[in-house]
């Protein structure tokens, strides 16, 4: 009766669970935003604290156990009780590419092709132990990152400006009434959905690419990432091997039927119907569409069965764990050295909190979640200028935004640790660069026109921009009394409101860089304050 029960409402179930996991992460997702207050109350970075593959690479990395990670033991746990419900469950980036199997298309129904899963084991071996040695690449392929970044960077943003050209024009050319319901809406939308304010961020296009192809290579093979590719799904694999609750497969009675091998998505089931704990997600295709009823979850029985050459289990060669270990222990002295790639570029300006550069590059796991909290869109992802483990880690542009003086934000929403949470009182005092004149731009100086709008909007209480009056000839030939401005070096925090706020056209006329950031100690700035 259970296994009828089972038979006929499992993929009900499974359906009903990822569209409830994957809504919860869509309402973290949302809550990730500046509300009006500076507080997060929603644990909006959850996700990320609870995925092992994040916690073990920054350990790693770090060389010491992260207290903020080590939620991730329970997903650890509950794997080697229950397997792989997590990857067919739990995680929004499996939902998500079950869901656009309607977009991209179903690939055509074959017999499962033997061994070709083992990379995403080797990928697994290179990542942590290029982690040990170095070299932090985990947040490239782990799918929590990859989805965040691609909805932080691309999707929510066009969504947002989507929202306000309709809205805009309704409002400008829709009838009277029509902006009755309209107007609603947008507030609606507004207050639960869209961004706390408009937003653009780097490398979006990047981001969005790789969100695509993670969806879109489904069409090659069912679930292509979670199968070849995943770490994450490597490193669940492990416990899953031996976990106490399984499915179990059919039997040698099946005949030719092989209707469980040809839906089962993970090509988990070999070709004596056994089941590899491993590989299977538990998405429960197998059970709703045997004809005979063989499936079963429950307690394991006996030994887990070994792998019959069909590639159920993974057959890992000696030389391929070799080869992998070994390139990821190499792949650091390949690249350049962080702190050669940090003082190569000066505009490279972590947000305020960040820990000294070697420890920010091991800690940061490239969620993008500082990046789409931060109030002033001030944080954008880094390309090469950290080197190639600094991809997508955060650094300020004061051109496209500041940091806002009052918000301690990004502190609050790292998940490892990486940003410190600081008090408003602490984090007001921590200088992330400094100010510096181009004097062959400012307009008080290059064309005695007077500017006053920097040191309005410096945000300090004693203002890190004041004034020298000086008598000046004027390109008329009239000598007037003007103020010019200049940086005080020990009261500038490097928020870079003064660069976003410059009115000029093109590149500000007052500059911000690293050289005075507190987590180093202050650097000797560019002449010319």
Same mark, same amino acid.
């Given at each position: 009766m259970s296994r009828s029960i089972l038979r006929l409402t499992s993929s009900t179930w499974r359906a009903l669970g990822q569209t409830l996991f994957l809504f919860f992460f869509l309402a973290l997702f949302v809550k990730t935003d500046y509300a009006g207050v500076d507080e997060l109350n929603w644990a909006v970075n959850l996700l990320f604290r609870i995925d092992p593959f994040l916690a073990a690479a920054a350990m790693l990395a770090a060389?010491?156990?992260?207290?903020?990670?080590l939620p991730a033991?329970?997903?650890?746990?509950?794997?080697?009780?229950?397997?792989?419900?997590?990857c067919g469950w739990v995680c929004p980036m499996g939902s998500l590419i079950d869901a656009s199997r309607r977009l991209v298309g179903r690939p055509v129904a074959s017999p499962p092709r033997p061994g070709r899963r083992q990379l995403k084991y080797l990928l697994l071996l290179f990542l942590l132990t290029a982690a040990c040695f170095g070299l932090p690449l985990a947040g490239y392929l782990d799918p929590f990152s990859i989805l965040v970044r691609g909805l932080t960077f691309s999707l929510q943003p066009s969504l947002d400006h989507a929202a306000t050209v309709l809205f805009t024009w309704t409002y400008q050319q829709a009838p009277a009434w029509v902006n009755t319901v309209t107007e609603p809406v947008y507030?609606?939308?507004?207050?639960?959905?869209?961004?706390?304010?408009d937003k653009v961020y780097g490398l979006s296009l990047l981001s969005l690419f790789l969100l695509l192809a993670v969806l879109g290579l489904s069409r090659v093979e069912p679930r292509f990432f979670c199968r070849k590719v995943c770490p994450l799904g490597a490193l669940l694999a492990l416990p899953a091997r031996f976990s106490l609750l399984r499915l179990r497969g059919g039997t040698a009675e099946?005949?030719?039927?092989?209707?469980?091998r040809m839906v089962c998505p993970m090509a988990a089931i070999g070709e004596s119907r056994e089941i590899a704990a491993?590989?299977?997600?538990?998405?429960?295709?197998?059970?709703? !569409?045997?004809?005979?009823?063989?499936?079963?979850?429950?307690?394991k029985r006996g030994a887990a069965p070994a792998s019959n050459?069909?590639?159920?289990?993974p057959n890992l060669s000696r030389r391929a764990m070799l080869t992998s270990l070994a390139a990821g222990a190499l792949a650091p002295l390949a690249l350049p050295s962080r702190? !050669?790639?940090r003082h190569g570029d000066p505009l490279l300006i972590r947000p305020p909190g960040a820990l000294a550069e070697p420890d920010f590059l091991d800690y940061c796991l490239r969620c993008g979640e500082c990046m789409k909290v931060c109030i002033g869109n001030a944080l954008h992802a880094t390309w090469l200028e950290a080197g190639l483990e600094g991809m997508f880690t955060p650094k300020l542009i004061g051109r496209l935004g500041y940091c806002e003086y009052n918000c301690t934000l990004c502190g609050q929403i790292c998940p490892s640790g990486a940003i410190r949470k600081l008090g408003k009182s602490e984090k007001q005092a921590v200088v992330i660069g400094l100010a510096h004149f181009d004097k062959n731009r400012c307009l008080p100086y290059a064309s005695a026109t007077p500017c006053i709008v920097c040191e309005e909007h410096c945000p300090t209480p004693?203002?890190?921009?004041?004034?020298?009056?000086?008598?000046?000839d004027t390109p008329k030939g009239e000598q007037i009394t003007l103020r010019l401005p200049y940086v005080v070096e020990n009261l500038c925090i490097g928020c870079g409101i003064c660069e976003n706020k410059c009115p000029l056209e093109g590149e500000a006329a007052i500059r911000v860089t690293a050289a005075g950031e507190s987590r180093h100690g202050r650097l000797p700035g560019p002449e010319g304050y």
């Open positions: 060389k010491t156990v992260i207290a903020l990670m033991l329970t997903t650890f746990g509950l794997t080697l009780l229950f397997g792989r419900f997590f507030a609606f939308l507004r207050q639960t959905v869209l961004p706390f304010g099946c005949g030719k039927c092989s209707q469980c491993g590989e299977c997600t538990l998405c429960l295709d197998c059970v709703s !569409q045997c004809p005979r009823s063989r499936f079963g979850y429950g307690i050459g069909n590639g159920r289990h702190t !050669q790639a004693d203002k890190a921009i004041k004034f020298k009056e000086v008598a000046v």
